[in-house]
């Protein structure tokens, strides 16, 4: 990937989710999964006897005696297909999770990148502000050391200068803060300067939209659907402690020979009988468990519903914040060119003009953090309901 032109979103996109260290980390977990799922499928060993006994006394004839055995546990077989069953769910669950978090690492490095590239403008518009109200503290104190103004107006100018100053030292913090966060979600060193281009719109959804996308939700969103696969892995499980309360069964077959020289061959079955434990503790504590990842599914889906209304009257307020603010703009912009005219042919008192341009700003600022805060909102409502998610995500949600 050639940094040197800048990165663009989908670039940003690309390099978190595939450099991303916690992520390099979750994904380990998938090779575990496919092992534990390997390991569901495979039968118990048989168990193979051999005895050897050789006569040290007694009447003869005598000859060495011997025995060899062949058993084999047979209750595997009856708990296998739930064991596999639990452990191909349980897999499926972790390829969700991590699927999950690369969806938030993919939507996060997005807010970071639409983060920037606010912060840069408001950058831009603070010098704006701090370089012309230097200039003008630079006129009025030289005008007061002349005896022109009075010191009301200078040290009004110098207010005015060290608020501006002040913000512009707040907005380099919040640039180098999201520059280190973007390093870190990316996996660069710490030093690392990305140049980020071009941020990719996010488009605002109509009541509609949210509607049908929230009706969706619970198949849509990976973690909530990696809970369900975790509920039917928990109730295989279940179903393996109920047959595992069935006898024990072992099969055997043996051959010897006794010290007499007399040949043998046998046949032997050994049960376990289930009057006592009949596995009734291990029953109790997968139906609990079962209950309770159904109750953790259901306060994870209503945490979900509750998060996703917010956000999404959030954004629909931020929306018409936004269009109040640019709306108050034209106005503005006129009436401080207006002024400005005004103030440089001598007919303007300074404190009007300076007013209008400051507040001009000031609006300006204020529109960049609205379009800012409401385009963190649309990504983070995609997020929460899982919308753009990429075509991957379509195969993951096949019930195995």
């Not at 996109?13 to 092992?35: F, Q």
Request: a positive charge.
């Amino acid at each position: 990937m050639d940094f040197a032109d800048g990165l663009d979103m989908t670039q940003v996109v690309m390099l978190a989710v595939v450099n991303n260290p916690g992520l390099k980390a979750v994904r380990a977990r998938r090779r575990t999964a496919r092992a534990q799922l390997f390991t569901a499928g495979l039968l118990p060993d048989p168990q193979l006897n051999l005895g050897f006994d050789h006569p040290s006394g007694g009447p003869p004839p005598l000859t060495n005696a011997f025995g060899l055995g062949l058993r084999a546990n047979l209750q595997a077989l009856i708990t296998r297909g739930a064991a596999q069953a639990a452990q191909a769910e349980a897999a499926r669950q972790v390829d969700l999770e991590v699927l999950w978090q690369e969806w938030q690492v993919a939507q996060r490095s997005r807010v970071l990148v639409a983060r920037s590239l606010a912060e840069k403008k408001l950058l831009h518009v603070a010098r704006i502000a701090q370089n012309f109200l230097a200039d003008r503290y630079a006129q009025s104190s030289a005008a007061l050391h002349a005896g022109d103004v009075t010191l009301d107006v200078a040290a009004a100018d110098l207010v005015g200068l060290t608020d501006a100053d002040t913000r512009l030292r707040d907005i380099e913090r919040e640039i180098n803060r999201t520059q280190h966060d973007v390093a870190v979600l990316l996996g660069l060193a710490p030093d690392a300067r990305l140049v980020l281009v071009k941020a990719r719109p996010s488009q605002p959804f109509s009541s509609r939209q949210f509607d049908n996308a929230l009706h969706e939700l619970a198949r849509r969103r990976p973690d909530l659907v990696a809970l369900q696969a975790g509920y039917r892995s928990q109730n295989y499980h279940l179903r393996e402690a109920i047959l595992a309360q069935f006898p024990s069964l072992n099969v055997g077959f043996n051959r010897a020979r006794d010290t007499s020289d007399v040949s043998s061959v046998g046949f032997g079955i050994t049960i376990g009988l289930p009057l006592f434990n009949r596995n009734r503790g291990e029953i109790a504590i997968q139906r609990n468990t079962r209950a309770q990842l159904r109750a953790e599914y259901q306060v994870r889906l209503n945490n979900a519903v509750m998060n996703a209304h917010l956000v999404w009257t959030n954004a629909r307020l931020l929306s018409r914040q936004l269009r109040a603010a640019r709306a108050r703009l034209p106005a503005l912009a006129a009436m401080t060119a207006m002024a400005r005219r005004g103030f440089d042919s001598g007919a303007l008192d300074p404190l009007i003009f300076i007013t209008l341009q400051t507040n001009l700003l000031a609006k300006r600022s204020e529109v960049v953090r609205l379009e800012q805060s409401l385009r963190e909102a649309q990504i983070g409502l995609e997020t929460l309901l899982g919308i753009t998610l990429e075509p991957r995500w379509i195969a993951l949600n096949k019930p195995s």
